[in-house]
């Protein structure tokens, strides 16, 4: 997933910002962001995407468009947003190419996951295997067996413990407040400092030789946390 490049054809700022947040989060960080049609051209004559996320009423045209100059090069994923919900206009869309239709308003945790699917199918076609096991420092992170191996023992990792390692593996080297983990791992915008604080300091007794000195999972102060070590995936 991280090796995979999206190209977001969007000329509300703020939508598009958005968008390139809640991709972020999941370890998408290779994104373009075009507001118009030619931008985007032009952007496709010089990099090829593995998704294309376009809106349709643009300042310069139709993001439909678009569609087949992305046909006539590539068969990856392209998903219109867009404000016009018609079904005549979700019939237009997918007869230009698309492969998902979703409609303004829209929920930023479904667009993701809907962008997941397609593009982790797409990635697998063309032959990009996703990484499972992550390594730093002194443990090893199974992420299909939900399993970690520190100094050689081997331990079932489960429930919030398991989301919260694997959030901080996917953004590993980043510094993440604990308002951003709390909103990725608990699905929450009530943010509760103790619960993110209770949950790191239950992973560094898995995985820190000594907790009270963590080296893996660093406090930076005044913000949140950061995965540190001899990183590889």
């Known amino acids: 997933m991280q090796e995979a490049s999206i190209l977001v054809l969007e000329d509300e700022r703020a939508i598009a910002e958005m968008i390139e947040i809640i991709l972020r989060k ?8 075009c507001n118009t049609i030619e931008e985007a051209k032009d952007e496709m004559n010089t990099k090829t995407f593995d998704f294309y996320l376009l809106d349709i009423m643009l300042p310069d045209g139709s993001g439909l468009d678009i569609a087949n100059s992305i046909r006539e090069k590539s068969d990856a994923p392209i998903f219109y947003l867009t404000a016009k919900s018609s079904d005549a206009d979700k019939l237009r869309g997918f007869m230009n190419g698309a492969d998902d239709y979703i409609t303004k308003p829209f929920n ?3 667009l993701v996951a809907r962008v997941k699917v397609q593009l982790v199918r797409y990635m697998k076609k063309k032959g990009v295997p996703e990484n499972h096991i992550f390594t730093c420092s002194r443990f090893t992170f199974d992420i299909d067996a939900a399993e970690i191996e520190v100094d050689g023992v081997k331990e079932i990792i489960s429930g919030r ?3 919260l390692l694997k959030y ?13 983990i709390y909103e990725r791992v608990w699905g929450d ?9 209770v949950h790191i300091r239950k992973l560094r007794e898995k ?10 999972i660093i406090t930076v102060r005044g913000i949140g946390y950061k995965l540190v070590g001899d990183i590889s995936s």
């Open 26 to 33: 999941e370890g998408i960080n290779n994104i373009t962001l």
């Open 108 to 110: 930023p945790l479904e």
């Open 161 to 163: 413990l398991f989301h």
């Open 168 to 180: 901080l593996c996917d953004n590993a080297g980043q510094v993440l407040s604990k308002e951003q």
């Open 189 to 197: 915008c009530l943010f509760d400092d103790n619960t993110v604080m």
């Open 207 to 216: 995985i820190e030789k000594n907790p009270g000195k963590p080296t893996c």
